[in-house]
Protein backbone atom coordinates (compact mmCIF):
# COMPACT_ATOMS: atom_id res chain seq x y z
CA UNK A 1 0.00 0.00 0.00
CA UNK A 2 3.01 2.03 0.18
CA UNK A 3 2.93 2.19 -3.43
CA UNK A 4 -0.75 3.05 -3.57
CA UNK A 5 0.05 5.68 -1.42
CA UNK A 6 2.65 7.49 -3.91
CA UNK A 7 -0.33 7.13 -6.69
CA UNK A 8 -2.58 8.70 -4.66
CA UNK A 9 0.12 11.75 -4.01
CA UNK A 10 -0.09 12.30 -7.58
CA UNK A 11 -4.20 12.12 -8.38
CA UNK A 12 -4.96 14.01 -5.02
CA UNK A 13 -5.16 17.56 -5.35
CA UNK A 14 -2.54 19.89 -4.71
CA UNK A 15 -4.31 21.75 -2.08
CA UNK A 16 -4.55 18.89 -0.02
CA UNK A 17 -0.82 17.66 -0.42
CA UNK A 18 1.20 20.64 -0.27
CA UNK A 19 1.43 21.93 3.07
CA UNK A 20 2.94 25.26 2.99
CA UNK A 21 0.74 27.17 0.97
CA UNK A 22 0.09 30.47 2.49
CA UNK A 23 -0.72 30.98 5.87
CA UNK A 24 -0.08 27.43 7.43
CA UNK A 25 -3.35 27.41 10.16
CA UNK A 26 -5.61 29.36 8.11
CA UNK A 27 -8.98 28.61 8.95
CA UNK A 28 -7.89 26.93 11.84
CA UNK A 29 -7.89 29.50 14.49
CA UNK A 30 -11.73 29.64 13.94
CA UNK A 31 -11.90 26.34 14.24
CA UNK A 32 -12.24 23.92 11.81
CA UNK A 33 -10.40 24.83 8.14
CA UNK A 34 -12.91 24.65 5.30
CA UNK A 35 -16.55 22.79 4.86
CA UNK A 36 -18.28 21.70 8.36
CA UNK A 37 -14.73 20.02 9.84
CA UNK A 38 -15.38 22.79 13.02
CA UNK A 39 -14.61 20.29 16.10
CA UNK A 40 -17.00 19.29 18.23
CA UNK A 41 -15.94 21.61 21.66
CA UNK A 42 -17.32 19.40 24.00
CA UNK A 43 -14.10 16.76 23.18
CA UNK A 44 -11.01 19.53 24.10
CA UNK A 45 -9.48 16.70 26.39
CA UNK A 46 -5.28 16.92 26.19
CA UNK A 47 -5.49 13.02 24.54
CA UNK A 48 -2.78 12.59 22.19
CA UNK A 49 -2.23 10.06 19.11
CA UNK A 50 1.62 10.48 19.93
CA UNK A 51 4.48 11.65 21.56
CA UNK A 52 7.44 13.45 20.03
CA UNK A 53 9.60 12.92 22.94
CA UNK A 54 7.72 14.63 25.77
CA UNK A 55 5.97 16.97 23.57
CA UNK A 56 2.07 15.54 22.38
CA UNK A 57 0.58 15.23 19.47
CA UNK A 58 -3.24 16.03 20.19
CA UNK A 59 -6.01 14.58 19.10
CA UNK A 60 -8.04 17.22 18.25
CA UNK A 61 -5.97 18.66 16.27
CA UNK A 62 -5.29 15.36 14.44
CA UNK A 63 -8.63 14.96 13.73
CA UNK A 64 -9.61 18.30 12.86
CA UNK A 65 -6.85 18.19 10.21
CA UNK A 66 -8.31 15.45 9.16
CA UNK A 67 -12.00 16.67 8.87
CA UNK A 68 -10.70 19.51 6.66
CA UNK A 69 -8.94 17.19 4.29
CA UNK A 70 -12.00 14.89 3.73
CA UNK A 71 -13.76 17.89 2.89
CA UNK A 72 -11.03 19.35 0.66
CA UNK A 73 -10.87 16.00 -1.15
CA UNK A 74 -15.00 16.26 -1.41
CA UNK A 75 -14.72 19.77 -3.20
CA UNK A 76 -12.05 18.95 -5.98
CA UNK A 77 -13.73 15.30 -6.55
CA UNK A 78 -17.50 16.36 -6.73
CA UNK A 79 -17.84 13.02 -8.57
CA UNK A 80 -16.64 10.67 -5.59
CA UNK A 81 -19.57 10.28 -3.33
CA UNK A 82 -17.90 7.49 -1.71
CA UNK A 83 -14.26 7.40 -1.11
CA UNK A 84 -11.94 5.07 -1.27
CA UNK A 85 -10.18 3.84 2.16
CA UNK A 86 -6.77 3.91 0.71
CA UNK A 87 -7.29 7.45 -0.33
CA UNK A 88 -9.01 7.76 3.61
CA UNK A 89 -5.27 6.27 4.98
CA UNK A 90 -3.60 8.50 2.53
CA UNK A 91 -5.49 11.69 4.26
CA UNK A 92 -4.76 10.02 7.43
CA UNK A 93 -1.12 10.40 7.11
CA UNK A 94 -1.32 14.15 5.92
CA UNK A 95 -3.19 15.18 8.61
CA UNK A 96 -1.00 13.37 11.17
CA UNK A 97 2.11 14.96 9.36
CA UNK A 98 0.72 18.16 9.86
CA UNK A 99 -0.39 17.69 13.57
CA UNK A 100 3.21 17.10 13.86
CA UNK A 101 4.52 19.97 12.78
CA UNK A 102 1.66 22.05 14.46
CA UNK A 103 2.38 20.34 17.86
CA UNK A 104 6.70 21.32 17.40
CA UNK A 105 5.42 24.81 16.03
CA UNK A 106 3.73 25.06 19.51
CA UNK A 107 6.59 23.65 21.66
CA UNK A 108 8.66 26.32 19.22
CA UNK A 109 6.17 29.25 20.68
CA UNK A 110 7.09 28.18 24.09
CA UNK A 111 10.60 27.62 24.36
CA UNK A 112 10.65 31.11 22.27
CA UNK A 113 8.79 32.59 25.04
CA UNK A 114 5.92 34.08 22.69
CA UNK A 115 2.28 34.68 24.33
CA UNK A 116 -1.04 35.01 23.32
CA UNK A 117 -1.77 38.76 24.19
CA UNK A 118 -5.69 39.26 25.44
CA UNK A 119 -6.57 41.03 22.08
CA UNK A 120 -5.38 37.68 20.17
CA UNK A 121 -8.05 35.86 22.47
CA UNK A 122 -10.67 38.07 21.89
CA UNK A 123 -10.20 38.22 17.99
CA UNK A 124 -9.84 34.57 18.16
CA UNK A 125 -13.24 34.73 20.58
CA UNK A 126 -15.35 36.48 17.88
CA UNK A 127 -14.25 33.87 15.17
CA UNK A 128 -15.20 31.04 17.38
CA UNK A 129 -18.86 32.43 17.65
CA UNK A 130 -19.28 33.10 14.48
CA UNK A 131 -17.92 29.62 13.71
CA UNK A 132 -20.52 28.52 16.19
CA UNK A 133 -23.27 30.76 15.51
CA UNK A 134 -23.42 32.32 18.62
CA UNK A 135 -23.82 35.98 19.63
CA UNK A 136 -22.77 35.91 23.45
CA UNK A 137 -19.71 34.71 25.45
CA UNK A 138 -22.27 33.14 28.16
CA UNK A 139 -24.04 30.86 25.00
CA UNK A 140 -20.69 29.88 23.73
CA UNK A 141 -19.83 28.86 27.40
CA UNK A 142 -23.53 26.88 27.42
CA UNK A 143 -22.61 25.13 24.82
CA UNK A 144 -19.46 24.07 25.99
CA UNK A 145 -20.76 22.51 28.82
CA UNK A 146 -19.83 24.91 31.79
CA UNK A 147 -16.09 26.24 33.23
CA UNK A 148 -14.33 23.54 32.89
CA UNK A 149 -15.52 23.05 28.65
CA UNK A 150 -14.86 26.64 28.31
CA UNK A 151 -11.73 26.69 29.76
CA UNK A 152 -10.30 23.99 27.64
CA UNK A 153 -11.62 25.65 24.58
CA UNK A 154 -9.58 28.99 25.57
CA UNK A 155 -6.59 26.29 25.71
CA UNK A 156 -7.41 24.68 22.53
CA UNK A 157 -7.60 28.86 20.85
CA UNK A 158 -4.45 29.97 22.75
CA UNK A 159 -2.53 26.72 20.85
CA UNK A 160 -3.97 27.37 17.65
CA UNK A 161 -2.20 31.35 17.96
CA UNK A 162 0.58 30.37 19.49
CA UNK A 163 1.52 27.59 16.55
CA UNK A 164 0.50 30.36 14.10
CA UNK A 165 2.28 33.42 15.65
CA UNK A 166 5.34 30.67 15.82
CA UNK A 167 5.02 30.13 12.01
CA UNK A 168 4.50 33.55 11.03
CA UNK A 169 8.05 34.23 13.29
CA UNK A 170 9.92 31.76 11.47
CA UNK A 171 8.94 32.73 8.10
CA UNK A 172 9.49 37.11 9.09
CA UNK A 173 13.06 35.56 9.62
CA UNK A 174 13.11 34.71 6.37
CA UNK A 175 15.07 38.14 3.94
CA UNK A 176 15.34 38.22 0.15
CA UNK A 177 18.21 40.73 -0.95
CA UNK A 178 18.50 42.46 -3.89
CA UNK A 179 21.78 40.39 -4.11
CA UNK A 180 19.92 37.26 -3.54
CA UNK A 181 18.04 37.48 -6.77
CA UNK A 182 20.77 38.22 -8.63
CA UNK A 183 22.34 35.54 -7.60
CA UNK A 184 19.82 33.67 -9.14
CA UNK A 185 22.06 34.39 -12.49
CA UNK A 186 25.44 33.05 -10.57
CA UNK A 187 26.83 29.43 -9.88
CA UNK A 188 29.76 28.74 -7.71
CA UNK A 189 32.07 25.61 -7.41
CA UNK A 190 32.07 25.10 -3.77
CA UNK A 191 33.90 22.86 -1.25
CA UNK A 192 33.21 22.36 2.73
CA UNK A 193 34.18 20.85 6.08
CA UNK A 194 31.38 19.95 8.21
CA UNK A 195 31.37 19.77 11.88
CA UNK A 196 28.17 18.29 13.54
CA UNK A 197 27.14 18.91 17.51
CA UNK A 198 27.20 15.48 19.59
CA UNK A 199 23.98 15.94 21.46
CA UNK A 200 23.51 13.23 23.20
CA UNK A 201 20.21 11.17 23.16
CA UNK A 202 19.41 12.11 26.91
CA UNK A 203 18.96 15.38 28.36
CA UNK A 204 19.36 16.79 24.61
CA UNK A 205 17.57 20.45 26.08
CA UNK A 206 20.00 20.87 28.70
CA UNK A 207 23.33 19.45 26.83
CA UNK A 208 22.36 20.59 23.36
CA UNK A 209 24.16 24.54 24.07
CA UNK A 210 27.18 22.85 25.27
CA UNK A 211 27.44 20.11 22.29
CA UNK A 212 26.96 23.67 20.08
CA UNK A 213 29.79 25.24 21.96
CA UNK A 214 32.04 22.34 21.26
CA UNK A 215 31.24 21.96 17.54
CA UNK A 216 31.91 25.69 17.26
CA UNK A 217 35.11 25.48 19.00
CA UNK A 218 36.61 22.48 16.93
CA UNK A 219 35.26 24.14 13.33
CA UNK A 220 37.20 27.60 14.55
CA UNK A 221 40.26 25.43 15.10
CA UNK A 222 39.93 23.67 11.83
CA UNK A 223 39.51 27.16 10.58
CA UNK A 224 42.78 28.26 12.06
CA UNK A 225 44.59 25.24 10.83
CA UNK A 226 43.83 26.42 6.82
CA UNK A 227 44.84 29.91 7.91
CA UNK A 228 47.80 28.20 8.76
CA UNK A 229 48.25 26.80 5.40
CA UNK A 230 47.07 23.16 5.64
CA UNK A 231 45.53 21.93 2.54
CA UNK A 232 41.56 21.91 2.53
CA UNK A 233 41.17 18.43 1.13
CA UNK A 234 43.38 16.92 3.83
CA UNK A 235 41.41 18.77 6.71
CA UNK A 236 38.12 17.59 5.07
CA UNK A 237 38.98 14.45 5.15
CA UNK A 238 40.31 14.08 8.66
CA UNK A 239 37.46 16.40 10.41
CA UNK A 240 34.24 16.49 7.80
CA UNK A 241 31.24 15.18 9.22
CA UNK A 242 29.81 14.92 5.76
CA UNK A 243 30.23 11.73 4.72
CA UNK A 244 29.23 11.70 1.32
CA UNK A 245 32.03 14.46 0.64
CA UNK A 246 35.00 14.20 3.10
CA UNK A 247 36.77 11.51 0.86
CA UNK A 248 36.66 14.37 -2.14
CA UNK A 249 38.01 17.43 -0.21
CA UNK A 250 34.11 18.50 0.81
CA UNK A 251 33.63 18.53 -3.24
CA UNK A 252 29.48 19.68 -3.10
CA UNK A 253 30.29 20.73 -6.93
CA UNK A 254 28.47 23.86 -9.01
CA UNK A 255 25.10 24.82 -6.77
CA UNK A 256 23.07 27.87 -7.53
CA UNK A 257 21.63 29.91 -4.26
CA UNK A 258 18.23 28.22 -4.75
CA UNK A 259 20.03 24.93 -4.08
CA UNK A 260 21.97 25.80 -0.82
CA UNK A 261 20.35 26.20 2.60
CA UNK A 262 20.20 29.77 3.04
CA UNK A 263 22.18 30.81 5.82
CA UNK A 264 25.10 28.77 3.64
CA UNK A 265 24.35 30.74 0.37
CA UNK A 266 24.14 33.58 1.61
CA UNK A 267 27.88 32.69 2.63
CA UNK A 268 29.04 31.25 -0.03
CA UNK A 269 27.32 33.56 -2.65
CA UNK A 270 29.64 36.68 -0.57
CA UNK A 271 32.74 34.88 -1.41
CA UNK A 272 35.54 35.75 -3.94
CA UNK A 273 36.90 32.99 -5.91
CA UNK A 274 39.03 31.00 -3.55
CA UNK A 275 38.24 32.57 -0.59
CA UNK A 276 37.71 31.00 2.44
CA UNK A 277 34.54 31.78 5.43
CA UNK A 278 34.49 31.37 8.81
CA UNK A 279 32.40 28.97 10.50
CA UNK A 280 28.91 29.57 9.15
CA UNK A 281 26.06 28.13 11.69
CA UNK A 282 22.76 25.85 9.73
CA UNK A 283 20.65 23.65 11.48
CA UNK A 284 22.89 20.86 10.21
CA UNK A 285 26.24 22.28 12.07
CA UNK A 286 29.04 24.19 11.57
CA UNK A 287 30.36 24.68 7.51
CA UNK A 288 33.81 26.18 6.67
CA UNK A 289 33.14 27.09 3.23
CA UNK A 290 35.28 27.72 0.27
CA UNK A 291 34.44 29.03 -3.02
CA UNK A 292 36.56 27.06 -5.89
CA UNK A 293 35.15 29.17 -9.25
CA UNK A 294 32.28 31.69 -9.84
CA UNK A 295 30.37 31.45 -13.33
CA UNK A 296 27.97 33.89 -14.70
CA UNK A 297 24.43 33.14 -16.74
CA UNK A 298 22.56 35.36 -18.71
CA UNK A 299 19.08 36.71 -17.44
CA UNK A 300 16.13 35.93 -20.05
CA UNK A 301 14.25 39.04 -21.55
CA UNK A 302 10.84 38.71 -19.78
CA UNK A 303 13.28 38.30 -16.51
CA UNK A 304 10.71 39.60 -13.92
CA UNK A 305 13.14 40.55 -10.51
CA UNK A 306 9.73 41.03 -7.90
CA UNK A 307 8.51 37.55 -9.12
CA UNK A 308 11.93 35.94 -8.54
CA UNK A 309 11.87 37.61 -5.03
CA UNK A 310 8.52 36.49 -3.92
CA UNK A 311 9.62 32.77 -5.46
CA UNK A 312 12.66 32.77 -3.44
CA UNK A 313 10.86 33.98 -0.66
CA UNK A 314 8.28 31.10 -0.52
CA UNK A 315 11.30 28.74 -1.40
CA UNK A 316 13.52 29.62 1.59
CA UNK A 317 10.13 30.17 3.73
CA UNK A 318 9.35 26.31 3.31
CA UNK A 319 12.89 25.66 3.94
CA UNK A 320 12.92 27.58 7.15
CA UNK A 321 10.16 25.50 8.19
CA UNK A 322 11.35 22.39 7.29
CA UNK A 323 14.75 22.77 9.30
CA UNK A 324 12.49 24.17 12.43
CA UNK A 325 10.70 21.08 12.42
CA UNK A 326 14.30 18.94 12.01
CA UNK A 327 15.55 20.87 14.23
CA UNK A 328 12.76 20.50 17.47
CA UNK A 329 12.53 16.62 16.92
CA UNK A 330 16.03 15.47 16.28
CA UNK A 331 16.66 12.76 18.75
CA UNK A 332 13.29 13.09 19.79
CA UNK A 333 11.90 9.62 20.00
CA UNK A 334 8.19 9.30 18.24
CA UNK A 335 5.63 6.61 20.23
CA UNK A 336 2.40 6.56 18.51
CA UNK A 337 -0.47 6.05 20.39
CA UNK A 338 -3.57 5.48 18.19
CA UNK A 339 -3.67 2.38 16.29
CA UNK A 340 -5.30 4.15 13.28
CA UNK A 341 -2.50 6.58 12.82
CA UNK A 342 0.18 3.93 13.37
CA UNK A 343 -0.91 1.70 11.05
CA UNK A 344 -0.82 4.44 8.23
CA UNK A 345 2.46 5.50 9.88
CA UNK A 346 4.40 2.25 9.15
CA UNK A 347 2.50 1.87 6.30
CA UNK A 348 4.39 4.88 5.04
CA UNK A 349 7.85 3.69 6.22
CA UNK A 350 7.42 0.89 4.61
CA UNK A 351 7.14 -1.20 7.57
CA UNK A 352 4.30 -3.59 6.34
CA UNK A 353 4.56 -6.32 9.09
CA UNK A 354 3.88 -3.32 12.17
CA UNK A 355 1.15 -1.82 10.07
CA UNK A 356 -0.49 -5.44 9.46
CA UNK A 357 -0.38 -5.51 13.14
CA UNK A 358 -2.52 -2.54 14.02
CA UNK A 359 -4.85 -3.34 11.25
CA UNK A 360 -5.45 -6.50 12.99
CA UNK A 361 -5.81 -4.47 16.29
CA UNK A 362 -8.41 -1.86 14.76
CA UNK A 363 -10.69 -5.17 13.02
CA UNK A 364 -10.67 -6.38 16.08
CA UNK A 365 -11.67 -3.54 18.36
CA UNK A 366 -14.17 -2.72 15.48
CA UNK A 367 -15.51 -6.27 14.74
CA UNK A 368 -18.00 -5.05 12.07
CA UNK A 369 -15.97 -2.55 10.30
CA UNK A 370 -15.01 -3.83 6.39
CA UNK A 371 -12.11 -1.62 6.22
CA UNK A 372 -9.30 -3.07 8.37
CA UNK A 373 -9.76 -6.68 6.65
CA UNK A 374 -9.53 -4.76 3.38
CA UNK A 375 -6.37 -2.61 4.05
CA UNK A 376 -4.43 -5.60 5.19
CA UNK A 377 -5.59 -7.52 1.74
CA UNK A 378 -4.19 -4.59 0.22
CA UNK A 379 -0.61 -4.49 1.60
CA UNK A 380 -0.85 -8.47 0.54
CA UNK A 381 -1.74 -7.73 -2.68
CA UNK A 382 0.73 -5.14 -2.89
CA UNK A 383 3.78 -7.76 -2.45
CA UNK A 384 1.53 -10.09 -5.35
CA UNK A 385 0.66 -12.14 -2.67
CA UNK A 386 -3.26 -12.73 -3.49
CA UNK A 387 -3.23 -15.94 -1.58
CA UNK A 388 -2.56 -14.43 1.74
CA UNK A 389 -4.96 -11.64 0.30
CA UNK A 390 -8.19 -13.11 -0.50
CA UNK A 391 -9.33 -14.85 3.12
CA UNK A 392 -9.02 -11.32 4.19
CA UNK A 393 -11.17 -9.85 1.42
CA UNK A 394 -13.73 -12.24 1.94
CA UNK A 395 -13.84 -11.33 5.67
CA UNK A 396 -14.32 -7.45 4.69
CA UNK A 397 -16.94 -8.89 2.21
CA UNK A 398 -18.75 -10.41 4.65
CA UNK A 399 -18.62 -7.61 7.36
CA UNK A 400 -19.86 -5.63 4.28
CA UNK A 401 -22.80 -7.20 3.32
CA UNK A 402 -24.12 -7.00 7.34
CA UNK A 403 -24.53 -2.89 6.24
CA UNK A 404 -26.26 -2.92 2.17
CA UNK A 405 -27.23 0.67 3.47
CA UNK A 406 -23.26 1.55 2.98
CA UNK A 407 -22.03 0.53 0.16
CA UNK A 408 -18.66 -1.03 -0.71
CA UNK A 409 -17.18 -1.74 -4.02
CA UNK A 410 -14.07 -1.51 -2.95
CA UNK A 411 -13.60 -4.95 -1.31
CA UNK A 412 -15.59 -6.27 -4.67
CA UNK A 413 -12.77 -5.05 -7.00
CA UNK A 414 -9.64 -6.26 -5.49
CA UNK A 415 -11.63 -9.93 -5.52
CA UNK A 416 -11.83 -9.48 -8.88
CA UNK A 417 -8.18 -9.16 -9.40
CA UNK A 418 -7.55 -11.61 -7.17
CA UNK A 419 -9.69 -13.85 -8.78
CA UNK A 420 -8.25 -12.64 -11.88
CA UNK A 421 -5.21 -13.81 -10.69
CA UNK A 422 -6.46 -17.50 -9.69
CA UNK A 423 -7.96 -17.54 -13.89
CA UNK A 424 -11.11 -17.69 -12.13
CA UNK A 425 -13.50 -16.60 -15.04
CA UNK A 426 -17.15 -16.97 -13.39
CA UNK A 427 -15.85 -15.33 -9.62
CA UNK A 428 -14.18 -12.79 -11.90
CA UNK A 429 -17.21 -11.52 -13.32
CA UNK A 430 -19.63 -12.12 -10.13
CA UNK A 431 -16.99 -9.59 -8.13
CA UNK A 432 -17.09 -6.93 -11.18
CA UNK A 433 -21.00 -7.19 -10.81
CA UNK A 434 -21.12 -6.36 -7.36
CA UNK A 435 -18.88 -3.85 -7.52
CA UNK A 436 -20.57 -2.18 -10.34
CA UNK A 437 -24.00 -2.57 -8.42
CA UNK A 438 -22.34 -1.30 -5.35
CA UNK A 439 -21.02 1.92 -6.88
CA UNK A 440 -24.00 2.77 -9.10
CA UNK A 441 -24.25 6.27 -8.20
CA UNK A 442 -20.53 7.55 -8.02
CA UNK A 443 -18.84 8.36 -10.85
CA UNK A 444 -15.14 8.30 -9.94
CA UNK A 445 -15.89 4.69 -9.10
CA UNK A 446 -17.28 3.78 -11.77
CA UNK A 447 -14.51 5.63 -14.01
CA UNK A 448 -12.33 2.93 -12.10
CA UNK A 449 -14.17 -0.09 -12.69
CA UNK A 450 -14.24 1.01 -16.10
CA UNK A 451 -10.61 1.36 -16.44
CA UNK A 452 -10.57 -2.08 -14.69
CA UNK A 453 -12.82 -3.91 -17.53
CA UNK A 454 -10.55 -2.28 -19.87
CA UNK A 455 -7.45 -4.11 -18.49
CA UNK A 456 -9.48 -7.45 -18.06
CA UNK A 457 -10.68 -7.69 -21.84
CA UNK A 458 -14.91 -6.97 -20.23
CA UNK A 459 -15.92 -5.39 -23.44
CA UNK A 460 -19.56 -5.37 -22.55
CA UNK A 461 -19.57 -4.36 -19.02
CA UNK A 462 -17.27 -1.57 -19.71
CA UNK A 463 -19.60 -0.17 -22.46
CA UNK A 464 -22.55 -0.49 -19.78
CA UNK A 465 -20.55 1.09 -17.06
CA UNK A 466 -19.42 4.13 -19.89
CA UNK A 467 -22.82 4.25 -20.53
CA UNK A 468 -23.95 4.31 -16.92
CA UNK A 469 -21.17 7.07 -16.51
CA UNK A 470 -22.33 9.18 -19.27
CA UNK A 471 -25.92 9.03 -17.51
CA UNK A 472 -24.79 9.93 -14.47
CA UNK A 473 -22.81 12.88 -16.07
CA UNK A 474 -26.31 13.95 -18.06
CA UNK A 475 -28.38 14.18 -14.89
CA UNK A 476 -25.90 16.09 -12.75
CA UNK A 477 -25.80 18.58 -15.17
CA UNK A 478 -29.67 18.86 -15.14
CA UNK A 479 -29.59 19.25 -11.55
CA UNK A 480 -26.52 22.04 -12.12
CA UNK A 481 -28.76 23.97 -14.01
CA UNK A 482 -31.57 23.77 -12.55
CA UNK A 483 -29.92 24.90 -9.38
CA UNK A 484 -28.59 27.98 -11.76
CA UNK A 485 -31.70 28.77 -12.90
CA UNK A 486 -33.13 29.20 -9.48
CA UNK A 487 -30.32 31.30 -7.58
CA UNK A 488 -31.38 34.74 -8.78
CA UNK A 489 -34.61 34.32 -7.11
CA UNK A 490 -33.37 33.00 -3.68
CA UNK A 491 -30.68 35.73 -3.22
CA UNK A 492 -33.48 38.43 -4.45
CA UNK A 493 -35.85 37.07 -1.82
CA UNK A 494 -33.00 36.95 0.73
CA UNK A 495 -33.15 40.72 0.59
Known amino acids: MLTIFREHAIKISIAIVVFFAGTMFTGLVFLGGEGNSTPDPRQMANASVAMIGGIPVYRQIYQSQYASLVQQFKSSNPEAVIIDPVILEYLKLNAFQR ?28 GAMNAYDVSKESELKALLGGNTGYRNFMTYLSNQIMAQKMDE ?36 RREGALAQKEALNKANDVAQLLREGQAFSTLAAKY ?5 TKDSGGDLGWVSNSQLIPSFGKVAFELGK ?26 PKDFNAEGARQALKTEWDKKALQRFFIQVSQNQKTDILDKDVEAVQMTSLGKIKEAMGAYTSLSSQFPSNPVPDYLIA ?4 QDKKNKLAKPYLLKSEAKAELTPDQPFPFVYMALAEVYRAQKSPVRTRRALDKAIKEASGDIMILEAIETTLK ?33 PFELSSTK
Not at 108 to 125: E, I, M, N, W
Not at 466 to 475: C, G, P
Open 99 to 126: SVDFSLLLEGAKQKGLKVSRQDKKFALV
Open 169 to 204: AIRASVSVTDRDVENLFLKVKVRHILIVPRIPTQDV
Open 240 to 244: SDDTK
Open 274 to 299: GEVSQPVQTPVGYHIIQVQDIKEQSK
Open 378 to 381: KLYM
Open 455 to 487: TFGETSRRRKVSRQIKALRAANKVAAEAVVETE
